[in-house]
């Protein structure tokens, strides 16, 4: 039996509001489950640890370790307390323990580390004591800090650390990423799409209405600003193809009240702020909408950094993605994307564009990206190569 010990911060939205968390990752859960379910089908169990937290509020609230059962994953837990530094401990400590003990199972284990986090520095110490398989999932490259700062120190002490202690090499979210470390062996995952339910909800593009999704966080170095930009000269300029478009915004971020005060516009694009979603009120929201934006600015801070998961998410929905050429964007999508070439407003109107007045070709690039990342992400090869790299042959 292999067994897959996924150490992270995933949360379902049950845990999230029960603990009255505002700070997590909807996407990297998500992708986290997406991967557990795909090792799944390659005869992993996998099991995911979690320390369940988010910024503590000072409120003295506390929350027991929980077991959930999470789209068929199991999912454990870690105390919760919104006390600051006490909480911070007992993540630190509860998710070693627990790891400790669920090292105890039989079978062939191997930890994956999401990330080289704080959090995770004790379990990954007791995982190498244990003499278990240790590999770093690196999702989040860093932002160089200026050298000899505290906070440099602190990239440089957990890269030392995390690299030094993971014996089975390294999951990179991009081939950027491997810059950023030294580890050997490697293997690019850009994460998991199921397309099989996409021939069952047909989208209709011939209906003059095109809706368009910009989510998770809605902030400047993510495009929203360029996106605000965009709309206003729209209804500014009173362009009659934009009429035909309905951008719908979720997530959170600092953006978010300025798109507030786009909606209800009498003319032009029409916008709709939905703010914090449910797992499945965002899918449903994915059932409705043409096209995905994934606009991270292409000479931003965080171009290289990692690689957008919602491209696969929603190329693998069956949407048409509009998208900077960040990452390894284009080595996933190639053909089946629309690609927005600069961070100023009108080449992102010009894609618009594009996808307003040919809705036709815009349908077809759009399949043309879905086909692309069932070929790389498809949930039954993608298991397979995983487990093949997180349990690899003897020698």
Same mark, same amino acid.
């Given at each position: 039996?292999?067994?897959?010990?996924?150490?992270?911060?995933?949360?379902?939205?049950?845990?999230?509001?029960?603990?009255?968390?505002?700070?997590?990752?909807?996407?990297?859960?998500?992708?986290?489950?997406?991967?557990?379910?795909?090792?799944?089908?390659? #005869?992993?169990? !996998?099991?995911?640890?979690?320390?369940?937290?988010? $910024?503590?509020?000072?409120?003295?609230?506390?929350?027991?370790?929980?077991?959930?059962?999470?789209?068929?994953?199991?999912?454990?837990?870690?105390?919760?307390?919104?006390?600051?530094?006490?909480?911070?401990?007992?993540?630190?400590?509860?998710?070693?323990?627990?790891?400790?003990?669920?090292? $105890?199972?039989?079978?062939? /284990?191997?930890?994956?580390?999401?990330?080289?986090?704080?959090?995770?520095?004790?379990?990954?110490? @007791?995982?190498?004591?244990?003499?278990?398989?240790?590999?770093?999932?690196?999702?989040?490259?860093?932002? $160089?800090?200026?050298?000899?700062?505290?906070?440099?120190?602190?990239?440089?002490?957990?890269?030392?650390?995390?690299?030094?202690?993971?014996?089975?090499? @390294?999951?990179?979210?991009?081939?950027?990423?491997?810059?950023?470390?030294?580890?050997?062996?490697?293997?690019?995952?850009?994460?998991?799409?199921?397309?099989?339910?996409?021939?069952?909800?047909? $989208?209709?593009?011939?209906?003059?209405?095109?809706?368009?999704?910009?989510? #998770?966080?809605?902030?400047?170095?993510?495009?929203?600003?360029?996106?605000?930009?965009?709309?206003?000269?729209?209804?500014?300029?009173?362009?009659?193809?934009?009429?035909?478009?309905?951008?719908?915004?979720?997530? /959170?971020?600092?953006?978010?009240?300025?798109?507030?005060?786009?909606?209800?516009?009498?003319?032009?694009?029409?916008?709709?702020?939905?703010?914090?979603?449910?797992?499945?009120?965002?899918?449903?929201?994915?059932?409705?909408?043409?096209?995905?934006?994934?606009? *991270?600015?292409?000479?931003?801070?965080?171009?290289?950094?990692?690689?957008?998961? *919602?491209?696969?998410?929603?190329?693998?929905?069956?949407?048409?993605?509009?998208?900077?050429?960040?990452?390894?964007?284009?080595?996933?999508?190639?053909?089946?994307?629309?690609?927005?070439?600069?961070?100023?407003?009108?080449?992102?109107?010009?894609?618009?564009?594009?996808? !307003?007045?040919?809705?036709?070709?815009?349908?077809?690039?759009?399949?043309?990206?879905? !086909?692309?990342?069932?070929?790389?992400?498809? @949930?039954?090869?993608?298991?397979?190569?995983?487990?093949?790299?997180?349990?690899?042959?003897?020698?």
């Amino acid at each position: 039996m292999r067994r897959l010990l996924y150490i992270c911060n995933a949360l379902d939205d049950e845990t999230r509001l029960q603990r009255g968390i505002h700070t997590d990752s909807p996407a990297a859960s998500r992708k986290i489950l997406a991967t557990c379910a795909a090792l799944r089908n390659a #005869g992993v169990r !996998a099991t995911v640890l979690s320390t369940g937290r988010g $910024r503590a509020d000072s409120s003295w609230r506390y929350f027991p370790a929980a077991v959930r059962r999470v789209q068929g994953m199991p999912v454990i837990y870690m105390p919760f307390t919104h006390v600051r530094i006490v909480s911070e401990l007992i993540s630190l400590f509860a998710l070693a323990w627990f790891a400790f003990k669920l090292n $105890r199972r039989k079978g062939e /284990k191997t930890f994956l580390f999401y990330n080289r986090t704080v959090a995770y520095t004790a379990t990954i110490m @007791v995982a190498a004591l244990l003499h278990v398989r240790r590999v770093l999932d690196l999702e989040d490259g860093y932002i $160089r800090p200026p050298r000899w700062t505290p906070a440099w120190g602190l990239t440089c002490l957990k890269a030392w650390l995390f690299d030094g202690l993971s014996n089975g090499g @390294v999951l990179l979210a991009n081939s950027a990423l491997g810059q950023q470390t030294a580890l050997q062996p490697r293997l690019c995952f850009y994460g998991v799409a199921d397309v099989a339910d996409i021939a069952a909800q047909p $989208r209709d593009w011939r209906s003059g209405r095109i809706n368009l999704l910009l989510g #998770g966080t809605v902030a400047e170095d993510t495009g929203a600003k360029g996106l605000i930009e965009a709309i206003e000269r729209l209804r500014d300029d009173a362009v009659i193809w934009g009429e035909k478009l309905t951008f719908f915004i979720s997530g /959170k971020g600092d953006c978010i009240d300025a798109f507030r005060r786009l909606e209800g516009g009498r003319s032009g694009p029409q916008v709709h702020v939905m703010g914090r979603l449910t797992d499945d009120e965002y899918d449903r929201l994915l059932q409705r909408c043409h096209v995905g934006l994934a606009l *991270k600015q292409n000479r931003g801070a965080l171009a290289d950094t990692t690689f957008p998961s *919602k491209v696969v998410e929603m190329a693998g929905a069956g949407l048409l993605v509009v998208t900077t050429r960040i990452s390894d964007v284009d080595k996933v999508l190639r053909d089946g994307a629309i690609y927005v070439e600069s961070d100023d407003s009108g080449a992102l109107l010009d894609a618009l564009r594009q996808v !307003a007045e040919a809705p036709v070709r815009a349908e077809q690039i759009a399949e043309i990206g879905t !086909a692309e990342v069932a070929r790389l992400c498809d @949930v039954r090869e993608a298991g397979r190569t995983l487990a093949e790299f997180l349990f690899p042959a003897p020698r």
